[in-house]
Protein backbone atom coordinates (compact mmCIF):
# COMPACT_ATOMS: atom_id res chain seq x y z
CA UNK A 1 0.00 0.00 0.00
CA UNK A 2 0.82 3.96 0.06
CA UNK A 3 2.88 4.68 3.16
CA UNK A 4 2.04 8.42 3.74
CA UNK A 5 3.46 10.53 6.71
CA UNK A 6 2.14 14.22 7.00
CA UNK A 7 4.62 17.08 8.36
CA UNK A 8 4.57 20.57 8.97
CA UNK A 9 2.51 20.93 12.23
CA UNK A 10 3.20 23.26 15.07
CA UNK A 11 1.90 26.02 17.06
CA UNK A 12 1.29 29.37 16.10
CA UNK A 13 -1.22 32.25 16.83
CA UNK A 14 -4.44 32.97 16.00
CA UNK A 15 -3.71 34.77 12.32
CA UNK A 16 -0.71 32.89 11.24
CA UNK A 17 0.08 29.94 8.49
CA UNK A 18 0.95 26.59 8.29
CA UNK A 19 2.09 24.82 4.76
CA UNK A 20 0.98 20.87 5.52
CA UNK A 21 2.95 18.38 3.59
CA UNK A 22 2.24 14.85 2.59
CA UNK A 23 4.77 12.69 1.14
CA UNK A 24 3.54 9.25 -0.26
CA UNK A 25 5.70 5.87 -1.76
CA UNK A 26 4.84 3.42 -4.03
CA UNK A 27 2.22 3.76 -6.32
CA UNK A 28 1.23 6.92 -7.91
CA UNK A 29 -1.27 9.50 -6.30
CA UNK A 30 -2.69 11.27 -9.77
CA UNK A 31 -5.40 8.23 -10.64
CA UNK A 32 -6.58 8.53 -7.03
CA UNK A 33 -8.42 10.46 -4.02
CA UNK A 34 -6.50 12.43 -2.07
CA UNK A 35 -7.21 14.63 0.88
CA UNK A 36 -6.78 16.13 4.22
CA UNK A 37 -9.11 15.80 6.99
CA UNK A 38 -8.85 16.63 10.70
CA UNK A 39 -10.05 15.68 13.95
CA UNK A 40 -10.04 17.75 16.92
CA UNK A 41 -10.19 16.50 21.05
CA UNK A 42 -13.67 14.91 21.78
CA UNK A 43 -15.28 15.70 17.97
CA UNK A 44 -15.75 13.56 14.68
CA UNK A 45 -13.03 13.81 11.90
CA UNK A 46 -14.12 15.59 8.96
CA UNK A 47 -12.97 16.21 5.83
CA UNK A 48 -10.78 19.49 5.07
CA UNK A 49 -9.94 19.49 1.63
CA UNK A 50 -9.12 17.08 -1.36
CA UNK A 51 -8.76 16.31 -4.70
CA UNK A 52 -10.66 13.66 -6.58
CA UNK A 53 -9.41 10.72 -9.37
CA UNK A 54 -9.84 13.71 -11.69
CA UNK A 55 -7.60 16.52 -10.46
CA UNK A 56 -10.69 18.52 -8.83
CA UNK A 57 -9.78 20.04 -5.95
CA UNK A 58 -12.75 21.00 -3.20
CA UNK A 59 -12.57 22.60 0.23
CA UNK A 60 -14.90 22.66 2.79
CA UNK A 61 -17.22 25.43 3.61
CA UNK A 62 -15.68 26.10 7.07
CA UNK A 63 -11.74 26.97 5.70
CA UNK A 64 -12.84 28.21 2.13
CA UNK A 65 -10.71 31.17 1.13
CA UNK A 66 -8.03 30.03 4.21
CA UNK A 67 -7.04 26.88 3.15
CA UNK A 68 -5.51 25.97 -0.18
CA UNK A 69 -5.35 22.18 -1.53
CA UNK A 70 -2.28 21.68 -3.82
CA UNK A 71 -0.69 18.49 -5.29
CA UNK A 72 2.74 17.51 -7.06
CA UNK A 73 1.92 14.59 -8.97
CA UNK A 74 5.68 13.88 -9.81
CA UNK A 75 6.99 14.53 -5.86
CA UNK A 76 3.84 12.26 -4.88
CA UNK A 77 3.24 15.13 -2.18
CA UNK A 78 -0.11 16.78 -1.62
CA UNK A 79 0.17 20.42 0.63
CA UNK A 80 -2.70 22.11 2.63
CA UNK A 81 -1.87 26.07 2.91
CA UNK A 82 -3.47 27.27 5.79
CA UNK A 83 -3.95 31.01 6.46
CA UNK A 84 -6.05 32.93 8.72
CA UNK A 85 -5.45 30.26 11.43
CA UNK A 86 -8.33 30.26 13.93
CA UNK A 87 -8.31 28.29 17.68
CA UNK A 88 -10.83 26.44 16.03
CA UNK A 89 -8.49 25.20 13.71
CA UNK A 90 -6.72 23.22 16.35
CA UNK A 91 -7.03 19.72 15.41
CA UNK A 92 -4.97 16.54 14.77
CA UNK A 93 -4.27 16.61 10.50
CA UNK A 94 -4.89 13.80 8.08
CA UNK A 95 -3.39 12.63 4.79
CA UNK A 96 -5.10 9.99 3.07
CA UNK A 97 -5.25 8.46 -0.19
CA UNK A 98 -8.32 6.12 -1.60
CA UNK A 99 -9.69 4.29 -4.35
CA UNK A 100 -12.14 6.15 -6.29
CA UNK A 101 -15.77 4.99 -5.55
CA UNK A 102 -14.59 3.92 -1.88
CA UNK A 103 -14.78 5.51 1.21
CA UNK A 104 -11.91 7.34 2.63
CA UNK A 105 -11.51 4.83 5.56
CA UNK A 106 -10.68 2.05 3.20
CA UNK A 107 -7.47 3.98 2.09
CA UNK A 108 -4.15 4.82 3.30
CA UNK A 109 -3.71 7.05 6.05
CA UNK A 110 -0.80 8.68 7.59
CA UNK A 111 -0.34 9.19 11.66
CA UNK A 112 -1.48 12.88 11.61
CA UNK A 113 0.91 16.21 12.47
CA UNK A 114 -0.87 18.11 14.82
CA UNK A 115 -1.97 21.88 14.68
CA UNK A 116 -2.74 24.10 17.45
CA UNK A 117 -3.61 27.67 17.27
CA UNK A 118 -3.87 30.10 19.95
CA UNK A 119 -5.86 33.00 20.76
Known amino acids: GVQLVESGGGSVQAGGSLRLSCGGSAMPIHSRNMGWFRQAAGQARERVAS???????SVMHFVKGRFTITKDNEKNTLYLQMDSLTPGDTALYYCAVWDPYKPPSSGSWGPGTQVIVSS
Open 51 to 57: FDNNGRA
